[in-house]
T-cell receptor
Framework: GAVVSQHPSRVICKSGTSVKIECRSL??????MFWYRQFPKQSLMLMAT?????????EQGVEKDKFLINHASLTLSTLTVTSAHPEDSSFYIC????????????FGPGTRLTVL | GENVEQHPSTLSVQEGDSAVIKCTYS??????FPWYKQELGKGPQLIID?????GEKKDQRIAVTLNKTAKHFSLHITETQPEDSAVYFC???????????FGEGTQLTVNP
Protein backbone atom coordinates (compact mmCIF):
# COMPACT_ATOMS: atom_id res chain seq x y z
CA GLY A 1 0.00 0.00 0.00
CA ALA A 2 0.84 3.66 -0.08
CA VAL A 3 3.28 5.05 2.47
CA VAL A 4 2.59 7.94 4.80
CA SER A 5 5.22 9.29 7.15
CA GLN A 6 4.99 11.53 10.19
CA HIS A 7 7.62 13.61 11.91
CA PRO A 8 8.47 13.70 14.70
CA SER A 9 7.47 10.32 16.07
CA ARG A 10 7.68 11.59 19.62
CA VAL A 11 7.88 15.07 21.10
CA ILE A 12 7.99 16.43 24.62
CA CYS A 13 7.40 20.12 25.16
CA LYS A 14 6.72 22.60 27.92
CA SER A 15 3.28 23.99 28.56
CA GLY A 16 2.63 27.13 26.52
CA THR A 17 4.87 26.25 23.60
CA SER A 18 3.79 25.33 20.08
CA VAL A 19 4.52 22.07 18.35
CA LYS A 20 4.42 21.30 14.63
CA ILE A 21 3.79 17.81 13.28
CA GLU A 22 4.42 16.96 9.65
CA CYS A 23 2.56 14.39 7.59
CA ARG A 24 3.89 13.35 4.21
CA SER A 25 2.60 11.01 1.53
CA LEU A 26 5.80 9.48 0.17
CA UNK A 27 4.74 7.73 -3.01
CA UNK A 28 1.49 9.33 -4.04
CA UNK A 29 -0.16 12.71 -4.23
CA UNK A 30 -2.75 13.02 -1.52
CA UNK A 31 -5.65 15.25 -2.39
CA UNK A 32 -7.09 14.82 1.10
CA MET A 33 -5.39 14.44 4.45
CA PHE A 34 -7.03 13.76 7.77
CA TRP A 35 -5.83 14.42 11.30
CA TYR A 36 -6.87 12.25 14.23
CA ARG A 37 -6.07 12.13 17.90
CA GLN A 38 -6.19 9.00 19.98
CA PHE A 39 -6.18 8.68 23.74
CA PRO A 40 -4.94 5.46 25.41
CA LYS A 41 -7.20 2.48 24.84
CA GLN A 42 -9.64 4.57 22.81
CA SER A 43 -10.63 4.84 19.21
CA LEU A 44 -9.46 7.41 16.70
CA MET A 45 -11.19 10.76 16.85
CA LEU A 46 -11.22 12.80 13.67
CA MET A 47 -10.04 16.34 14.27
CA ALA A 48 -10.08 17.82 10.80
CA THR A 49 -10.04 17.14 7.09
CA UNK A 50 -7.81 19.11 4.77
CA UNK A 51 -7.69 19.38 1.02
CA UNK A 52 -4.64 20.70 -0.77
CA UNK A 53 -4.81 24.44 -1.25
CA UNK A 54 -7.93 25.03 0.80
CA UNK A 55 -8.82 25.60 4.42
CA UNK A 56 -9.25 22.62 6.68
CA UNK A 57 -12.67 21.50 7.82
CA UNK A 58 -12.71 20.98 11.58
CA GLU A 59 -14.92 18.61 13.50
CA GLN A 60 -17.31 19.98 16.04
CA GLY A 61 -15.57 20.78 19.29
CA VAL A 62 -12.08 21.06 17.80
CA GLU A 63 -10.60 24.54 18.18
CA LYS A 64 -9.28 25.63 14.82
CA ASP A 65 -7.20 28.41 16.38
CA LYS A 66 -5.49 25.91 18.63
CA PHE A 67 -4.93 23.16 16.08
CA LEU A 68 -3.65 24.87 12.95
CA ILE A 69 -3.64 22.75 9.83
CA ASN A 70 -1.85 23.61 6.62
CA HIS A 71 -2.03 21.48 3.48
CA ALA A 72 0.29 23.41 1.23
CA SER A 73 1.10 20.67 -1.26
CA LEU A 74 -0.19 17.32 -2.43
CA THR A 75 2.39 15.52 -0.33
CA LEU A 76 2.58 17.55 2.87
CA SER A 77 0.20 18.58 5.61
CA THR A 78 1.16 20.04 8.95
CA LEU A 79 -0.62 20.22 12.28
CA THR A 80 0.52 22.87 14.73
CA VAL A 81 -0.63 22.60 18.31
CA THR A 82 -0.45 26.15 19.60
CA SER A 83 0.05 27.04 23.25
CA ALA A 84 0.05 23.38 24.20
CA HIS A 85 -1.20 22.29 27.60
CA PRO A 86 -0.97 18.94 29.39
CA GLU A 87 -4.49 18.02 28.28
CA ASP A 88 -3.27 18.18 24.67
CA SER A 89 -0.98 15.24 25.37
CA SER A 90 -2.12 12.50 23.04
CA PHE A 91 -1.24 10.33 20.05
CA TYR A 92 -1.77 12.32 16.84
CA ILE A 93 -2.19 10.38 13.62
CA CYS A 94 -2.59 11.60 10.07
CA UNK A 95 -3.96 9.75 7.09
CA UNK A 96 -3.96 10.49 3.39
CA UNK A 97 -6.07 9.50 0.43
CA UNK A 98 -6.44 10.37 -3.21
CA UNK A 99 -4.24 10.20 -6.27
CA UNK A 100 -2.70 6.79 -6.84
CA UNK A 101 -3.92 5.66 -3.42
CA UNK A 102 -7.49 6.04 -4.57
CA UNK A 103 -10.18 6.14 -1.96
CA UNK A 104 -8.42 4.20 0.78
CA UNK A 105 -7.04 6.11 3.73
CA UNK A 106 -3.45 5.24 4.55
CA PHE A 107 -2.26 6.16 7.99
CA GLY A 108 1.00 7.53 9.23
CA PRO A 109 2.85 5.96 12.19
CA GLY A 110 1.60 8.61 14.62
CA THR A 111 3.21 11.24 16.81
CA ARG A 112 3.24 10.92 20.59
CA LEU A 113 2.93 14.40 22.10
CA THR A 114 3.65 14.90 25.77
CA VAL A 115 3.14 18.35 27.24
CA LEU A 116 4.76 18.90 30.62
CA GLY B 1 -24.40 11.23 11.57
CA GLU B 2 -22.98 7.76 11.24
CA ASN B 3 -22.56 5.60 14.32
CA VAL B 4 -20.47 2.41 14.30
CA GLU B 5 -20.62 -0.12 17.09
CA GLN B 6 -18.02 -2.85 17.43
CA HIS B 7 -18.06 -6.07 19.46
CA PRO B 8 -16.43 -7.58 21.35
CA SER B 9 -14.11 -5.05 22.96
CA THR B 10 -11.66 -7.83 23.87
CA LEU B 11 -11.18 -11.25 22.33
CA SER B 12 -8.78 -13.94 23.40
CA VAL B 13 -8.24 -17.05 21.28
CA GLN B 14 -5.82 -19.92 21.08
CA GLU B 15 -3.32 -20.02 18.26
CA GLY B 16 -4.86 -21.73 15.26
CA ASP B 17 -8.43 -20.86 16.20
CA SER B 18 -10.63 -18.43 14.30
CA ALA B 19 -11.53 -14.94 15.47
CA VAL B 20 -14.62 -12.99 14.51
CA ILE B 21 -15.24 -9.30 15.15
CA LYS B 22 -18.58 -7.71 14.34
CA CYS B 23 -19.63 -4.15 13.59
CA THR B 24 -22.95 -2.49 12.98
CA TYR B 25 -23.54 0.87 11.36
CA SER B 26 -26.47 3.23 11.38
CA UNK B 27 -26.32 5.18 8.12
CA UNK B 28 -27.78 3.21 5.24
CA UNK B 29 -25.90 5.52 2.85
CA UNK B 30 -22.54 4.12 4.02
CA UNK B 31 -20.92 2.19 1.22
CA UNK B 32 -17.28 1.66 2.18
CA PHE B 33 -16.15 -0.49 5.12
CA PRO B 34 -12.43 -0.84 5.89
CA TRP B 35 -10.77 -2.77 8.69
CA TYR B 36 -7.58 -1.59 10.33
CA LYS B 37 -5.04 -3.33 12.54
CA GLN B 38 -3.20 -1.19 15.05
CA GLU B 39 -0.20 -2.40 16.96
CA LEU B 40 0.88 -0.68 20.15
CA GLY B 41 2.39 2.74 19.51
CA LYS B 42 1.82 2.59 15.76
CA GLY B 43 -0.64 3.97 13.27
CA PRO B 44 -3.53 1.85 11.94
CA GLN B 45 -2.79 -0.38 8.99
CA LEU B 46 -5.47 -1.17 6.43
CA ILE B 47 -5.86 -4.95 6.25
CA ILE B 48 -8.99 -5.41 4.17
CA ASP B 49 -11.97 -3.40 2.98
CA UNK B 50 -15.29 -4.01 1.29
CA UNK B 51 -17.68 -1.90 -0.69
CA UNK B 52 -21.41 -2.18 -0.56
CA UNK B 53 -21.74 -3.80 -3.96
CA UNK B 54 -20.27 -7.08 -2.70
CA GLY B 55 -21.18 -9.35 0.19
CA GLU B 56 -17.84 -10.95 0.94
CA LYS B 57 -14.17 -10.45 0.30
CA LYS B 58 -11.27 -12.68 1.21
CA ASP B 59 -7.52 -12.21 1.38
CA GLN B 60 -5.65 -15.29 2.55
CA ARG B 61 -6.54 -15.79 6.24
CA ILE B 62 -8.67 -12.67 6.44
CA ALA B 63 -12.22 -12.24 5.20
CA VAL B 64 -14.90 -9.62 5.57
CA THR B 65 -18.63 -10.13 5.13
CA LEU B 66 -21.25 -7.44 4.67
CA ASN B 67 -24.99 -7.59 5.25
CA LYS B 68 -26.45 -4.36 3.91
CA THR B 69 -29.98 -5.21 4.96
CA ALA B 70 -29.02 -5.71 8.56
CA LYS B 71 -26.33 -3.02 8.38
CA HIS B 72 -23.58 -5.09 9.82
CA PHE B 73 -20.21 -6.36 8.70
CA SER B 74 -17.72 -8.75 10.21
CA LEU B 75 -14.03 -9.53 10.13
CA HIS B 76 -13.00 -13.18 10.13
CA ILE B 77 -9.44 -14.27 10.83
CA THR B 78 -8.69 -17.97 10.41
CA GLU B 79 -5.70 -19.93 11.69
CA THR B 80 -4.77 -17.14 14.05
CA GLN B 81 -1.14 -16.56 14.93
CA PRO B 82 0.44 -14.68 17.86
CA GLU B 83 1.45 -11.88 15.48
CA ASP B 84 -2.25 -11.27 14.82
CA SER B 85 -2.48 -9.88 18.35
CA ALA B 86 -3.36 -6.19 18.06
CA VAL B 87 -6.29 -3.79 18.23
CA TYR B 88 -8.64 -4.05 15.27
CA PHE B 89 -10.89 -1.20 14.19
CA CYS B 90 -13.80 -1.28 11.80
CA UNK B 91 -14.91 1.87 10.04
CA UNK B 92 -17.56 3.12 7.67
CA UNK B 93 -17.92 6.01 5.28
CA UNK B 94 -20.60 7.23 2.94
CA UNK B 95 -18.36 7.98 0.00
CA UNK B 96 -14.97 6.67 -0.88
CA UNK B 97 -12.23 8.95 0.31
CA UNK B 98 -14.40 10.87 2.72
CA UNK B 99 -14.34 10.86 6.48
CA UNK B 100 -14.37 7.55 8.29
CA UNK B 101 -16.39 6.75 11.39
CA PHE B 102 -14.54 4.23 13.53
CA GLY B 103 -15.76 1.58 15.89
CA GLU B 104 -14.37 1.48 19.41
CA GLY B 105 -11.85 -1.23 18.63
CA THR B 106 -11.28 -4.85 19.61
CA GLN B 107 -8.19 -5.98 21.46
CA LEU B 108 -7.37 -9.38 19.99
CA THR B 109 -4.97 -11.61 21.89
CA VAL B 110 -3.78 -14.83 20.32
CA ASN B 111 -2.31 -17.16 22.91
CA PRO B 112 0.45 -19.50 21.74
Amino acid sequence: GAVVSQHPSRVICKSGTSVKIECRSLDFQATTMFWYRQFPKQSLMLMATSNEGSKATYEQGVEKDKFLINHASLTLSTLTVTSAHPEDSSFYICSASGGAAGYEQFFGPGTRLTVL
Amino acid sequence: GENVEQHPSTLSVQEGDSAVIKCTYSDSASNYFPWYKQELGKGPQLIIDIRSNVGEKKDQRIAVTLNKTAKHFSLHITETQPEDSAVYFCAASTTSGSRLTFGEGTQLTVNP
